[in-house]
């Protein structure tokens, strides 16, 4: 939100984000379909905001309703909510993608705020996980540039035993693919083990990145995985190309 840089402190940037939310945004959604139960839709807006970046379904939230707000909304009234929030640009959906079968898994799904700061002011700031965050960034930035962008799941077998791993993001344009795992912080070999292994279970020849926190330059090992800060990776617009 381009204003909110001209304004000087952080009450007055908290306050602006929370009034567009209201003013701008839910009036607009309620009024434009139609919607009667306008405090369900704000609940459903603030849940979706402290699960940023996880995998959820419409009955998973009806649940979370049920559960936490004592509401019996129903799956198929939060799904229509969901698509409310879509077409008003606050919210972007990203789908799963079987990397080695080659197909979409309907549900569940991410989603993602295409404004982080009115996702923050929504939760007065107290939810500020910086891995979500980053990965709520990234996407961004992702989509931005142009790419369609899902998250990512390979099938794994290890000593026996079936297991799915994620990979955040397959970013793609045309004939050009990229794999991107998003990591804050890797403290030691086996987090950075723990990212990588999704990404070496990939045999394709399409380009594989961790993108860390900080503003680590880009670098690349010997199994062609690529490492970049955060910083780098956002301001360079051919980082994708390091």
């Given at each position: 939100?381009?204003?909110?840089?001209?304004?000087?402190?952080d009450?007055?940037?908290?306050d602006?984000?929370?009034?567009?939310?209201?003013?701008?945004?839910?009036?607009?959604?309620?009024?434009?379909?139609?919607?009667?139960?306008?405090?369900?839709?704000?609940?459903?807006?603030?849940?979706?905001?402290s699960?940023?970046?996880s995998?959820t379904?419409?009955?998973?939230?009806?649940?979370?309703?049920?559960t936490?707000?004592?509401s019996?909304?129903s799956?198929?009234?939060?799904?229509?909510y969901?698509?409310?929030?879509?077409d008003?640009?606050?919210?972007?959906?990203?789908?799963?993608?079987?990397?080695?079968?080659?197909?979409?898994?309907?549900?569940?799904?991410?989603?993602?705020?295409e404004?982080?700061?009115?996702?923050?002011?929504?939760?007065?700031?107290?939810?500020?996980?910086e891995t979500h965050?980053?990965?709520?960034?990234?996407y961004?930035?992702?989509?931005?540039?142009?790419?369609?962008?899902?998250?990512?799941?390979v099938?794994?077998?290890?000593?026996?035993?079936?297991?799915?791993v994620?990979i955040?993001?397959?970013?793609?344009?045309?004939s050009?693919?990229?794999?991107?795992?998003?990591?804050?912080?890797?403290?030691?070999?086996?987090k950075?083990?723990?990212?990588?292994?999704?990404?070496l279970?990939?045999?394709d020849?399409?380009?594989?990145?961790?993108?860390?926190?900080?503003?680590?330059?880009?670098?690349?090992?010997?199994?062609?995985?690529?490492?970049?800060?955060?910083?780098?990776?956002?301001?360079?617009?051919?980082?994708?190309?390091?």
């Amino acid at each position: 939100m381009p204003y909110i840089v001209g304004l000087k402190t952080d009450r007055d940037k908290t306050d602006y984000l929370e009034a567009l939310f209201r003013e701008t945004y839910l009036r607009d959604i309620v009024e434009r379909n139609d919607i009667r139960h306008e405090a369900e839709l704000g609940e459903l807006v603030s849940i979706v905001a402290s699960a940023v970046g996880s995998l959820t379904n419409p009955d998973k939230l009806a649940r979370a309703f049920r559960t936490l707000k004592s509401s019996s909304i129903s799956a198929p009234t939060i799904k229509r909510y969901l698509d409310c929030l879509e077409d008003a640009f606050l919210l972007s959906e990203a789908q799963q993608y079987n990397v080695k079968g080659k197909r979409y898994i309907s549900t569940p799904l991410k989603y993602y705020f295409e404004d982080v700061g009115l996702r923050n002011a929504l939760l007065n700031f107290r939810q500020q996980e910086e891995t979500h965050l980053m990965e709520n960034v990234l996407y961004n930035e992702l989509v931005v540039r142009g790419y369609h962008v899902d998250v990512g799941v390979v099938d794994l077998v290890e000593n026996g035993k079936r297991k799915r791993v994620e990979i955040d993001f397959v970013a793609n344009e045309g004939s050009r693919r990229y794999y991107i795992q998003s990591a804050f912080a890797l403290p030691d070999a086996e987090k950075r083990a723990q990212e990588e292994r999704p990404l070496l279970a990939v045999k394709d020849f399409f380009k594989k990145i961790v993108v860390v926190g900080g503003s680590a330059k880009a670098s690349r090992d010997e199994r062609g995985i690529v490492t970049i800060g955060l910083k780098q990776f956002l301001l360079d617009p051919n980082s994708l190309e390091l």
